[in-house]
């Protein structure tokens, strides 16, 4: 049985309540043909080689009774097996205020992404860099030959390697509960989950004694304009390794915010958002502060009907860490075009060609590059 019908047969399972609501069934899927730069860098793609892939998103909204609904997305791509990206029970109108509440598990309030995760309003191929690219910063640290923890060592050895936590964690889906609603202009949304918008749990299980938290407030003073800002805060290493000083992981947070901006004018709409985060991290020499700036600016506009064109400009710039005694970037800063044109061969039919250009400024392989053509059907 393939990915996709072994994942309906999940919905169903997962919702056999929902047998006599109103349930509304729908989904899409992308087929990929790619070709990456031959290089080690870590946004290379199958090393270089050509290659196929395939993203399959399904998407169910089940109405229970009134005010109450119970929302599934369910993921299966060519290299991940089915996946539960987003479950959970909404209850609207909570109170006379018009209060929401949801629990399960969802996508953080954490930036204006939104939908543009799915490949079908996707403008271009990939997520922008900040949701994407690992880090030097992993979320423990475990000893090395000499049986020592040397956090600083470890993450000077990883610079532009790709192996740590992103600044945004891809979806950023988590278990948690929410609270959220609209008065006029001004939505809100405050969440408390496990893990941190750079530390996804994609189970039920937290792996520190924190939760993480994330408020959210976006205004819309005028049709085709809105801003939005976030901060989210928690722990985000896992208590189970050991750190120097023999404090506990649990004690060390994240500390995250954002501000984020979509206009839309004529044929052209424009997305942007700026991260800045920090983490506390335990260093041989004492607790240190590392930072990191995040940001990208993607627009598109209708050529003629059908047909688009957007570009996406997207980076990391990252702070100084102090080990031998001076002050370096704790990683090498990165800087990403994307750019590519969209055409609908019908209403839910989206081809698309894309191409990416990556810098990584410092390290062994700083030049990638990465050609897609995409072919979307929503459904």
Known sequence: MTRTGIAALLLLAAFPSLAGAQVVLSGQTAADFYKSAVTQSPRAVDNGRPSFGWDTRLFIDGNVADHVTALANIR??????????????????????GLNFQAGKFDLPFGNLGERRFPRKNLLF?????????TALPDHFTPGADNLVVPERDIIAAAGQGRGMRLLDLGM?????MVFGSA?????????????????????????????????????????LTIGGAYSWGAYMQESYPVPGGESPG??????????????????????????STYAVPLTTGDEDLRVFGYYAEGKYTLVPRLYAALR???????????????????????????????FIDR??????????????????PKDNLSVIQLVVSY
């Open 251 to 276: 004690s060390y947070a994240e500390r995250a915010a954002e501000a984020d901006i979509e206009f839309s004018r004529g044929h052209a709409v424009l997305y942007g958002e700026a991260v800045t």
């Open 76 to 97: 299966a791509t060519n290299v991940d097996a089915v996946t539960f990206d987003y479950i959970a029970v909404r209850i609207t109108d909570v109170t006379p205020l």
């Open 313 to 343: 400009f997207s980076g990391l710039t990252f702070g100084k860490i102090r080990t031998g005694g001076t002050d370096q970037p704790w990683d090498y800063d990165l800087v990403e075009w994307e750019g590519g044109f969209g055409y």
């Open 173 to 177: 889906y988590h278990p948690g509960a």
């Open 184 to 224: 006029g202009v001004l939505d809100y949304a405050f969440a408390v989950t496990t893990g941190t918008v750079s530390t996804s749990s994609y189970t039920t299980d937290n792996y520190n004694s924190d939760l993480g938290k994330t408020a959210r407030v976006a205004v819309t003073p005028t049709t085709g």
């Open 348 to 365: 839910d039919v989206l081809l698309k060609l894309v191409r990416r250009e990556t810098r990584i400024r410092g390290g062994s392989q």
């Open 126 to 134: 990939g997520l922008p860099s900040i949701y994407e690219y690992r």
